[in-house]
T-cell receptor, first 115, second 111 residues
Framework: NAGVMQNPRHLVRRRGQEARLRCSPMKGHSHVYWYRQLPEEGLKFMVY????????ESGMPKERFSAEFPKEGPSILRIQQVVRGDSAAYFC?????????????FGQGTRLTVV | GENVEQHPSTLSVQEGDSAVIKCTYSDSASNYFPWYKQELGKRPQLIID?????GEKKDQRIAVTLNKTAKHFSLHITETQPEDSAVYFC??????????FGSGTKLNVKP
């Protein structure tokens, strides 16, 4: 099991461009979470998805941000028209489809820099 | 929604001493409390977790305690070593698997 895979590890975008961050959960995991971490700060919840469904997006900014987790392929976090304040590390985590709470495993993160 | 507060934000101890990090939560429905360790530039990794039907759990030098009535839980690291230096995050989750994290504690173990 390769673990949670995120790519790219580093992404540089100019203001106004789009950023697409990918997350492949661990094999057998159907729950995916996205978190944003600003330098020297904690992990802020953004969105929780299960295959093809957004369960909770209460942490997502209302504009420019969207997330999906299609039936086939990785989960995508998409940021349109990026601004400097979007620069952060974006972590994805996944957990298995078992009853009750289970451990979430994190990917290595994507460090987005907006120039 | 859930609100998790974590203290202190920074903690400096001498090698061999103990370190204690405390968290409080607000949602009585939360029933799973993991602790993650994040080294600089790396992913958060689970070090220990506790569920609401247990008051204490220990794994070698690391222990976690949970007080459901007071809605607080703590991480205890004994005989600290320089490699314990990292940022530690507590989290709380309810049955819907949505994890709320504390703001983190930067632990510095001085040799």
């Amino acid at each position: 099991n390769a673990g949670v895979m995120q790519n790219p590890r580093h992404l540089v975008r100019r203001r106004g461009q789009e950023a697409r961050l990918r997350c492949s959960p661990m094999k057998g995991h159907s729950h995916v979470y996205w978190y944003r971490q600003l330098p020297e700060e904690g992990l802020k919840f953004m969105v929780y998805l299960q295959k093809e469904n957004i369960i909770d997006e209460s942490g997502m900014p209302k504009e420019r941000f969207s997330a999906e987790f299609p039936k086939e392929g990785p989960s995508i976090l998409r940021i349109q028209q990026v601004v400097r304040g979007d620069s952060a590390a974006y972590f994805c985590a996944s957990s298995p489809d078992r009853g009750g709470n289970t451990e979430a495993f994190f990917g290595q993160g994507t460090r987005l820099t907006v120039v | 929604g859930e609100n998790v507060e974590q203290h202190p934000s920074t903690l400096s101890v001498q090698e061999g001493d103990s370190a204690v990090i405390k968290c409080t939560y607000s949602d009585s429905a939360s029933n799973y409390f993991p602790w993650y360790k994040q080294e600089l530039g790396k992913r958060p990794q689970l070090i220990i977790d506790i569920r609401s039907n247990v008051g204490e759990k220990k794994d070698q030098r690391i222990a976690v305690t949970l007080n459901k009535t007071a809605k607080h839980f703590s991480l205890h690291i004994t005989e600290t070593q320089p490699e314990d230096s990292a940022v530690y995050f507590c989290a709380a989750a309810s049955n819907f698997n949505k994890f709320y994290f504390g703001s983190g504690t930067k632990l510095n173990v001085k040799p």
